[in-house]
């Protein structure tokens, strides 16, 4: 029961958007894995490497941010920095969670998992004004990213354009994605993300 609360928790939009975007970005992005096994499992990056790279980081943004802070003030730099990364983070993990997020998304497992369909059905072609596209490198073509990340997000509309299939497959509009807010399992009998008000008691 516990499992069940804390997960319903987890997925309300407020828990999950506003709150969990900067707690991943300020705190869980600064950690290094702390498990080797599970590491290695999973990634193509060494646990070593992992480490080395994720420790790296942070001293360099401690050199970047200490420094200015040194020479300009900790209160200026807070009052420029903080709200332009906190503006930064709710658009890029909106954005984020709409690409995986929505009614038709492809899941599977076992023997019914293909990589190729995984790669371009599971994420999302995010229907956005072409400025909106242009000012976010395209990442809302996020089927094609995810299809071949060798495309350069340049190209990415190209790529769309070049095929009728690829325009229309998991298209969401704004209106569509501001519903999806509130999709958070999956049925694996319809094949279809839900609400979890729509779960049978």
């Known amino acids: 029961p516990h499992k069940k609360f804390f997960y319903r928790l987890y997925r309300q939009p407020l828990v999950l958007l ?7 970005n300020i705190v869980l992005m600064r950690i290094p894995p702390l498990s080797r096994r599970r590491w290695d499992n999973r990634h193509f990056l060494s646990f070593a490497d992992a480490w080395k790279s994720v420790m ?12 200015a802070a040194f020479l300009l003030g900790g209160a200026a730099v807070l009052a420029v920095y903080l709200p332009v990364i906190i503006m930064a ?3 890029g993990g909106w954005m984020f969670y709409v690409h995986h997020h929505f009614e038709d998304a492809y899941w599977q497992a076992g023997e019914d998992w293909h990589p190729h369909a995984a790669r371009l059905m599971a994420s999302s ?32 509309a190209e790529c769309m354009w070049a095929s009728v299939d690829l325009q229309d497959m998991n298209r969401i509009t704004w209106r569509q994605s ?4 509130w999709l958070a399992i999956i049925d694996p ?9 729509d779960i049978a008691p």
């Open 18 to 24: 506003v709150l969990g975007v900067p707690l991943h």
């Open 56 to 67: 790296a980081h942070n001293l360099c943004l401690l050199a970047v941010y200490g420094a």
């Open 89 to 91: 983070w709710q658009i």
């Open 125 to 156: 072609h995010y229907a956005l004004p072409p400025l909106w596209h242009w000012l976010t490198g395209y990442i809302g073509l996020h089927h094609i990213h995810h299809f071949s990340s060798a495309v350069p997000h340049y190209k990415l």
């Open 178 to 181: 501001l519903a999806a807010v």
């Open 189 to 197: 009998a319809a094949q279809k993300m839900i609400r979890l008000r």
